[in-house]
Structure formats: structure tokens, C-alpha cells
């Protein structure tokens, strides 16, 4: 199974700071990533595809990048809606995996 | 737009089989641009890919549950399936299904299943 990892575990920050967590897959998986935002009680969000593409909708300050096995979701200013919890997931090859979440906090 | 709803018992038994549908509206289910999916997330914790199908049958699972899990298409309903077998307190979890394309991915709203005598 390809494993994937994400730093940090927990992010505290503040609105207008520009946030950016990683995703570590334990082979490469080109660029078949995805990015997913969950809040409290919530349905995961769609985010980010391929890596890098933006799912419709998706607000432009949500940008994703990298190939092989080193990924960022970087948020360039981040807004009070933000503070949720992110999950990476794999679809290069099955068993699809999901990180662990990065849980992003008010400062 | 599509729509994903589950449906099914929300307390199963220790040991008995849990079972789960995922009805699909605003699109077919027998396309073969899409993959349909089962995730979990048991309470507090993160997200936990349990299996998909395509449009063909073809079925993929997480190796921990395979001897457990069947997922399984009724293109009559356009509906899909979710069985666990033997199921203990780790089973329990939000269970939601998902329609995957290459460019999309829609959600249904999540089931909690309790697994308790």
C-alpha cells in the first residue's frame, strides 16, 4: 500500500496568513492527488485533482503542486471559512489512501 | 446535478452483517466515466477508502477488509451496495458514498452506522 503523510498535524494561524501543508507519498504517484477539505460534522469538499487542478468553484486562493511523491496545498490568505480539516488522497494505484488530516486552527 | 443518498440500519449487531445502499440520482450509474466509492470515517478520525466499483463490475478494496467487504452495482436502481460481514465496535463509522470522475468527485451526505449490542 502506498502510505501518505501529511505535515503538520495541526496548523495555528491567522486570518490573512498564507498557509501551506504537505503530502508525502511513500512511492512516487506521478501526479494522480487529490486535496479535500472537511469541516466539523461535515461532507468532505472536492478541492484539488491531478495535484494541481482546482476543482469548479473552488476559491483561486486554493492552489495545489507537485509530482513523484512531494505534494503542497498552500491557501495564499486564508479566510475564516478556511478552518477545517484537510485530507490528501492517493488514486495513482489501489488501495487508495488518504493521509492522515491536517486539522487548520484560529491562532 | 448529481446526487448521492445512503440508506441503511444505523446500529448493526456485533458480528451480524452491515449493509448499505447508495442510491444515485441526476446521472447513471452504468456510465463509464465514473468510479463509484465507499469511505468511512469512524468517529473523531480521518477518512478510510473501504472499496470501489466501475461501471463493469470491477471491484477494488482495502486489503485489511477484503475478506469482509462486498461492494456490488444494481443499474436496475441505479443504486449501489455496501456489505461488511462479521462486524465488531471498530466497524462503527460515518459511511459515505462518492461518485469519482476525472475531474469531479460528489459526495453523499454520510450514514452513521453504530456497531452495539
Known amino acids: 500500500d502506498i502510505q501518505m503523510t501529511q505535515s503538520p498535524s495541526t496548523l495555528s494561524a491567522s486570518v490573512g496568513d498564507r498557509v501551506t501543508i504537505t503530502c508525502r507519498a511513500s512511492?512516487?504517484?506521478?501526479?494522480?492527488l487529490a486535496w479535500y477539505q472537511q469541516k466539523p460534522g461535515k461532507t468532505p469538499k472536492f478541492l484539488i485533482y491531478?495535484?494541481?487542478s482546482l476543482e469548479s468553484g473552488v476559491p483561486s486562493r486554493f492552489s495545489g503542486s507537485g509530482s513523484g511523491t512531494e505534494f503542497t496545498l498552500t491557501i495564499s490568505s486564508l479566510q475564516p471559512d478556511d478552518f477545517a480539516t484537510y485530507y490528501c488522497q492517493q488514486y495513482n494505484s489501489y488501495p487508495w489512501t488518504f493521509g492522515q488530516g491536517t486539522k487548520v486552527e484560529i491562532k | 446535478q448529481v446526487e448521492l443518498q445512503e440508506s441503511g440500519p444505523g446500529l448493526v449487531k456485533p458480528s451480524e452483517t452491515l449493509s448499505l445502499t447508495c442510491t444515485v440520482s441526476?446521472?447513471?450509474?452504468?456510465?463509464?466515466?465514473?468510479?463509484w466509492v465507499w469511505i468511512r470515517q469512524p468517529p473523531g478520525k480521518g477518512l478510510e477508502w473501504i472499496g470501489t466499483i466501475y461501471y463493469n463490475g470491477d471491484t477494488y478494496y482495502k486489503p485489511s477488509l477484503k475478506s469482509r467487504v462486498t461492494i456490488s452495482v444494481d443499474t436496475s436502481k441505479n443504486q449501489f451496495s455496501l456489505k461488511v460481514t462479521s462486524v465488531t465496535a471498530a466497524d462503527t463509522a460515518v459511511y459515505y458514498c462518492?461518485?469519482?470522475?476525472?475531474?469531479?468527485?460528489?459526495w453523499g451526505q454520510g450514514t452513521l452506522v453504530a456497531v452495539s449490542s
Open positions: 441526476g446521472g447513471s450509474i452504468s456510465s463509464d466515466s465514473y468510479y
Open positions: 512511492q512516487s504517484i506521478s501526479t494522480w
Open positions: 462518492s461518485r469519482r470522475g476525472s475531474d469531479t468527485d460528489y
Open positions: 491531478k495535484a494541481s
